[in-house]
């Protein structure tokens, strides 16, 4: 399996509340619509948080981390072919200049590895 993460930055002027809404109402229909190789698509909104150590709060470069799974690289790269010409490439080029600062984002795919994690110690 294949996974892809997307850092994104919403527009200038535009609240998190109305970035959430549209992109929740909006622009994730795109993604459901023209992927339909995809077998999960994930948006995670960040909330910052105090860093234990300073106690500050830092601005994030990021509002949301978006996720999408696939289940080959074969599948991801058909997708992303489908998408990134024609119709469907400028479907979402115009949807995205309405929601995102399109050159803050950040793209990447990962490796997942999982740990089992001893719980022997609970319930002591």
């Given amino acids: 399996m294949l996974k892809q993460i997307v850092l994104l930055k919403r527009r200038p002027g535009m609240t998190m509340e109305e ?63 489908s998408i990134g010409s024609g119709e469907i490439h400028r479907l979402f080029v115009e949807d995205e200049k309405k929601i995102f600062d399109r050159h803050s984002n950040r793209v990447f795919t990962v490796e997942e590895k999982e740990s089992v994690m001893d719980r022997s110690w609970e319930g002591c």
């Avoid at 109402?25 to 300073?54: D, Q, W």
């Avoid at 799974?69 to 997708?79: L, V």
């Fill in 19 to 81: 970035f959430k809404d549209y992109y929740e109402n909006v622009h994730s229909k795109l993604g459901e619509k023209y992927m339909p190789l995809a077998r999960r698509y994930f948006r995670r909104y960040v909330c910052p948080e105090p860093n234990p150590i300073t106690r500050q709060v830092e601005e994030l470069d990021f509002d949301v981390v978006m996720e999408i799974w696939w289940d080959s690289r074969e599948d991801f790269e058909s997708t992303m072919e």
